[in-house]
Nanobody
Framework: QVQLIESGGGLVQAGGSLRLSCAVS????????MGWFRQAPGKEREFVAA????????SYVDSIKGRFTISRDNAKNTVYLQMNSLEPEDTAVYYC??????????????????WGQGTQVTVSS
């Protein structure tokens, strides 16, 4: 079974940076489209970023305004989310997700097959 394990969350002051990591095990990582979602308190789960199987195509939610970058290192079976200029509004549980049968960018949560447990990101003002 494919497993996703997120790490890198924590408490950071506004304007700071964090890099989230998602380690993938259980199948060939290079053939899997990957994405990040987040869920803030009292809000619905929101798409954040996605990346194609080779890493050549990416997509982001408009609200992050160029502050985040998704990347992947297939040799390490890991996908990353670099978050810069963090704002209190970015506070949420961040989830890594895999679309096992897809290779292109996927932005709809319904199309993802496997999810990590989430990592908490808290941005203080």
């Amino acid at each position: 079974q494919v497993q996703l394990i997120e790490s890198g969350g924590g408490l950071v002051q506004a304007g700071g940076s964090l890099r989230l990591s998602c380690a993938v095990s259980g199948r060939t990582f290079s053939s899997v489209a990957m994405g990040w979602f987040r869920q803030a308190p009292g809000k619905e789960r929101e798409f954040v970023a996605a990346i194609s199987w080779r890493g050549g195509s990416t997509s982001y939610v408009d609200s992050i305004k160029g502050r985040f970058t998704i990347s992947r290192d297939n040799a390490k079976n890991t996908v990353y989310l670099q978050m810069n200029s963090l704002e209190p509004e970015d506070t949420a549980v961040y989830y890594c997700a895999a679309a096992l049968s897809r290779r292109t960018v996927v932005v709809t949560d319904k199309e993802y097959d496997t999810w990590g447990q989430g990592t908490q990101v808290t941005v203080s003002s």
